[in-house]
């Protein structure tokens, strides 16, 4: 009792202390010992009395309530994510490999000698559609000079007369109509034999793309030379002045040169200048690394192809036949995971490696071949990011002459969408040998997951994008890539491999 008394009037005496203590330092401080002695005391107090803390002393929201302040940084999430999907992927390879073996053969390829052949011959004739435009334009400059030069020396104006626009119009319908049978007949040519006598796939798709390649930079090349071939007769009305400055380095005709034409060729665009930025010099060993990482890739893709992606897509066979919805569903969501992670790694291999590799060797300057489209709130910004040399050629030769001419927003967007929905058909149809549509009408139904997403990429606020951004992932992820690959090999096999002779089979039978 005494030890308790004691402690009890020892801490009164203590807190009565340090009260009169806080009220003397409520009054002005006029030297700087008082001051300290204050701190001091204040300091002995929280050693003292640590039970009596104000840890509740201001109005403060959750972390992750909408209200708060500040919004939290999300980056161990991330970091949990990725060992999420390393891990889940370690144990799908070590499944598969207990389930399958080793599924990857280096000699267990299908190459035939006729494919190999076809596919030189056509990567050497392709080009040669190229050399028949540049003599379309050479022959449509040298009109154009003659025209000028008449002008000139008739009024001693270099403005064409009336009769002599009706004279452009008309000899522009012609080289339209060239450039048009040319072109398009570089790449029926192309489909035709890639259709009927190149049976593997991969060679198909290079030799195909390469097609279309050629195709889309034959249009870009003509309704260019076109646009500068109509300022360079109508020069008193400012429309050489309104040309981009970077073209005064190669004025129209002088652009109408074959090396102007192989660079376009090489050049890792599909929009055609006179001129483009060039980098001062090679960095080879940039190009190396580049170029390294393109086959690693490439090697790595061909190794989950064979492996993982395979033996997904032959399991689907009965699944389809039966039409068991929720056994199909089942393989599209097993199908993913290994698609976009093949999907992740061309695009890299591609427009990371492969395009800037290409860049440096040509001296190309812009190398903006994508934004973060993997952050794109709506359809239409992936669309407009992920594949800017595309992007650019709809957008400058298709999108903005229809807006130009007096068309709405969304029929000028149709129209894009219908020739990429075409050339999609054809990049996947036609090397497979089964042009069925699925790449076509895919196509075409971004649109109206465009038109779902496009007000929520304008609302204010970072939930609208977020929703936006999970909807592109999960149409893009789950119900875009890995049913057309589904679609497609069943399609292939149906024709080529197991289901095709189990049909041959069952008719058979059913005959007898």
């Known amino acids: 009792m005494d030890s308790a008394t004691t402690t009890a009037v020892e801490t009164a005496a203590v807190s009565a202390s340090l009260r ?73 390879i070590i499944e598969n490999l207990q389930k399958y073996g080793n599924l990857v053969c280096l000699t267990c390829h299908d190459f035939r000698r006729q494919d190999l052949v076809l596919g030189l011959a056509l990567y050497f004739l392709i080009p040669c559609f190229l050399w028949v435009a540049h003599s379309i334009e050479l022959y449509a400059a040298q009109q154009a000079k003659a025209s000028r030069a008449l002008a000139i020396s008739r009024g001693g104006s270099s403005s064409p007369t009336v009769d002599q626009q009706q004279v452009f119009k008309s000899m522009w319908k012609q080289i339209r109509w060239a450039h048009g049978i040319n072109a398009t007949l570089a790449l029926s040519v192309t489909s035709f034999v890639v259709y009927s006598y190149i049976h593997h796939p991969l060679i198909g798709t290079l030799t195909e793309l390469h097609a279309i390649v050629v195709w889309l930079k034959t249009a870009s090349y003509a309704l260019t030379n076109r646009d500068l071939r109509h300022a360079y007769l109508h020069p008193i009305r400012g429309e050489l002045a309104s040309l981009p400055e970077i073209y005064d380095k190669c004025p129209y005709p002088e652009n109408i040169t074959m090396s102007n034409l192989a660079y376009f060729w090489w050049a890792p665009t599909l929009v055609y200048q006179p001129v483009y930025p060039r980098t001062e010099k090679i960095r080879w060993l940039f190009v190396i690394k580049r170029v390294g990482e393109a086959v690693c890739l490439s090697v790595f893709i061909w190794f989950c192809s064979a492996q993982y992606a395979a033996p997904v897509l032959r399991n689907s066979y009965d699944k389809i036949n039966s039409l068991n919805f929720v056994s199909i569903l089942e393989r599209l969501l097993k199908l993913s995971t290994i698609s976009l992670v093949i999907w992740l790694a061309g695009f890299f291999a591609l427009f990371q490696s492969t395009l800037n590799a290409l860049a440096e060797v040509t001296r190309f300057g812009d190398r903006s071949f994508y934004d973060d489209w993997w952050n794109a709130g709506s359809l239409g910004e992936y669309w407009r990011m992920w594949n800017k040399p595309v992007s650019h050629f709809m ?18 967007s149709v129209v894009v969408f219908f020739i990429s929905a075409i050339l999609h058909e054809l990049a996947v149809g036609v090397p497979t040998h089964n042009i069925i549509g699925v790449a076509f009408f895919g196509m075409l139904l971004q649109l109206p997951l465009i038109t779902i997403t496009l007000p929520l990429a304008k609302k204010e606020g970072p939930t609208w994008k977020l929703i936006g951004n999970c909807i ?26 197991s289901v095709s002779k189990q049909m041959v089979v069952a008719t058979s039978s059913s005959s007898t």
């Open 20 to 92: 009169r203590t806080d009220n003397s330092t409520a009054e002005p401080v006029k030297n700087e010992a008082s001051s300290g002695e204050t701190t001091s005391e204040r300091k002995t107090f929280i050693k003292k009395y640590r039970h009596v803390a104000a840890i509740h002393s201001t109005v403060r929201p959750s972390t992750l309530s909408h209200d708060s302040a500040a919004s939290p940084s999300f980056v161990g999430f991330r970091n949990l994510m990725v060992i999420v999907l390393v891990v889940g992927n370690v144990r799908l």
């Open 395 to 412: 957008k400058r030769h298709v999108f903005s002459p229809l807006v130009g001419r007096g068309y709405s927003f969304f029929t000028s």
């Open 472 to 497: 592109f992932w999960v149409s893009f992820t789950i119900f875009g890539q890995p049913f057309a690959a589904l679609m497609y090999f069943y399609a292939w096999q149906a024709k080529y491999g």
